[in-house]
């Protein structure tokens, strides 16, 4: 059974388009995340939910919603899509007391034309 | 500023050679660091973590760390380089329990046979 699971894994679309990205994971973990990795490998946090509850909201613009419908679900909504969303977004859920390791689901390439 | 510093963007060890990855960090507490590992086109996988526990670390696929405080470091280390080595590694640490994990730029590993 996969952990963190994320849907699609691939993502092409045009400019100006509104697209969703799912992450489910099966581990019982109550922190989830959505990390943003650029063309440069470099990985930056965008959301981190506990529970249901955002409690890390990074200096991402307006149009990147994320939803928590329940503590194994964080799913990321983008509104009007431009060129440098172009990335590979991961989520990642963890445990945060005692372990604190995050598991990784194996991504979502988004491509934006 | 709390931030995760990877030395050499790229590494390249011959197979049977020791492979030395390295991390510094910043962080005015003591902090958890933990090594992931990227294959091409996957998410990334947690190789070892220090909690704050023995400062020598060992993880997965033969890899170890060592915590060194004096130093603020957190080097990753592995005796015999094997081609199935040839990865992405990023560095990471968590400064502040209620925060996020922040991560390094990323150290690519080539094999040469």
């Known amino acids: ?113 | 500023a709390q931030s995760v510093t990877q030395l050499g963007s790229h590494v390249s060890v011959s197979e049977g050679a020791l492979v030395l990855l390295r991390c510094n960090y910043s962080s005015s507490v003591p902090p958890y660091l933990f090594w992931y590992v990227q294959y091409p086109n996957q998410g990334l996988q947690l190789l070892l973590k220090y909690t704050s526990a023995a400062t020598l670390v060992k993880g997965i696929n033969g890899f170890e760390a060592e915590f060194k405080k004096s130093e603020t470091s957190f080097h990753l280390t592995k005796p015999s380089a094997h081609m199935s080595d040839a990865a992405e590694y990023f560095c990471a640490g968590l400064m502040n329990r209620d925060d996020k994990i922040i991560f390094g730029k990323g150290t690519r590993l080539h094999i040469l046979p």
């Open chain 1, 1 to 113: 059974d996969t952990a963190v699971s994320q849907t699609p894994k691939y993502l092409v679309t045009q400019m100006g388009n509104d697209k969703s990205i799912k992450c489910e994971q099966n581990l019982g973990h109550d922190t989830m995340y959505w990390y943003k990795q650029d063309s440069k490998k470099f990985l930056k946090i965008m959301f981190s939910y506990n529970n249901k509850e955002l409690i890390i909201n990074e200096t991402v613009p307006n149009r990147f919603s994320p939803k928590s419908p329940d503590k194994a679900h964080l799913n990321l909504h983008i509104n009007s899509l431009e060129l440098g969303d172009s990335a590979v977004y991961f989520c990642a859920s963890s445990q945060r007391t005692g372990d604190y390791g995050y598991t990784f689901g194996s991504g979502t390439r988004l491509t934006v034309v």
